[in-house]
């Protein structure tokens, strides 16, 4: 059974806080609310949009149609939104867009099929979780959303701009181990990935170098494309091993030339279970008596 709250003046007020704290022109025309939802009819309240096509501003009103689009839950029920929209005429003629639907800021976009807060929300939750445990927890909140669409939320989402680092550590990475390899750069400071390349040619690296100045370290490994490439892009910046390549060198080595000596070091470190081995017999390698 749905309870109709018919908003007097005062409590619509404090309707469009609480439901829409965030958005500026919005009218609240009537919120039914029953066991699993809340269905909010709601409206933007401004006189005219701009175009989309030419940019001109409108308030020629051709029609207006309802809106629907998935919202986040209220207090644990599904929000039904049902957004009356404005359809408005082009004055500019020669304009190709004759008609256009108006948008409301921070709440809808062209061809969303969701509001902006549930969007960010999804996007939030695929960040921490990714696709497939995002969409599981998403629907602990009453959200039912596919693990496909929560990853294209968090590939919309617009790169985090990040200062170029001081000290910057170039490695590669696998897409496909042994087949395909592209470059990871890291701000070696802290200690977080910048960017991604999708090969690991010393061009590439050069020219992500070039475009970033402000480089004075370049840390990597001893690959001839990583060396070239930090040369040709950032003449200004010292190279150095990094400490991981280091030690992964030196303890092949270390284990290589252990491997050679296997022989040698048998004689010196006797395995304990066997009886020592009388040194007398490998003084004398020929054999004789
Ligand atoms: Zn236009
Ligand atoms: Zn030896």
Known sequence: ?????????????????????????????SVDVNDEAVRIEARSTVAGFDCPGCGSWSRRVHSSYLRVPADV??????????????RFLCPVISCGRRTFAEQMPGLTRRYG?????LRSTLAAVGLALAGRAGARMARVFGLSVSRSTVLRLVESLPDPEVS?????????????????????????????????????????????????????????DRAPFFAEGATAGASQAVQVADRWHLWHNLSEAAERCVADHRGCLRVLAPDPAQPAPELEKFEDPSGSP
């Not at 099929?113 to 807060?117: A, G, M, N, Q, Y």
């Not at 550590?169 to 910048?194: F, I, M, N, Q």
Request: proline letters at 7%; aromatic letters at 6%.
């Open 1 to 29: 059974m749905w309870l109709t709250v018919w908003p007097v003046a005062e409590v619509v007020l404090r309707l469009e806080d609480l439901l829409f704290p965030s958005i500026a022109y919005v009218a609240v025309l």
């Open 73 to 86: 839950p209220s207090s644990g029920r599904r929000v039904v939104l049902c957004l009356r929209v404005r």
């Open 113 to 117: 099929r969701r509001t902006e807060r």
């Open 164 to 220: 170029a680092p001081r000290i910057v550590g170039v490695d590669e990475y696998a897409t496909r181990k042994g087949r395909h390899y592209g470059t990871v750069l890291v701000d070696v400071e802290s200690r977080r990935p910048v960017d991604l390349l999708p090969d690991r040619e010393a061009s590439s690296l050069a020219a992500w170098l070039a475009k970033r100045p402000e480089v004075e370290v370049v840390c990597r």
